[in-house]
């Protein structure tokens, strides 16, 4: 089993930026990969970025040269985001994979509004 705590949303100005955690417990050593999805209302869920645990990172194209997707040694995960603009309004949610089961956390809110 693993727990995911995602924690860091919340208000950000057009342009600015926020950095988004994942806390990862439990059977850590059993992820392969941590990705972050968002869901804005009346949208679907989409992945945003993703990293192994090796390190190699993939984005969407909507956050390529945006955001930033990092992972630790404990398998707690980052995403650095800069220059946010109304469209990156969402909930996030982090995901681990491990062998045939998928974890998620409950999302952290992300406002970008002036």
């Known amino acids: 089993q693993v727990q995911l705590v995602e924690s860091g949303g919340g208000l950000a100005q057009p342009g600015g930026s926020l950095k988004l955690s994942c806390a990862a417990s439990?059977?850590?050593?059993?992820?392969?990969?941590m990705n972050w999805y968002r869901q804005a209302p009346g949208k679907e869920r989409e992945l945003v970025a993703r990293?192994?645990?090796?390190?190699?990172a993939e984005y969407a194209e909507s956050v390529k040269g945006r955001f930033t997707i990092s992972i630790d040694s404990t398998r707690n995960t980052y995403l650095r985001m800069y220059s946010l603009n109304a469209e990156d309004a969402a909930t996030y949610y982090c995901?681990?994979?491990?062998?045939?089961?998928?974890?998620w956390g409950k999302g952290t809110l992300v406002t970008v509004s002036s």
């Open positions: 995901n681990a994979e491990t062998e045939g089961v998928i974890y």
């Open positions: 439990g059977s850590i050593f059993t992820i392969n990969a």
């Open positions: 990293v192994t645990s090796y390190g190699r």
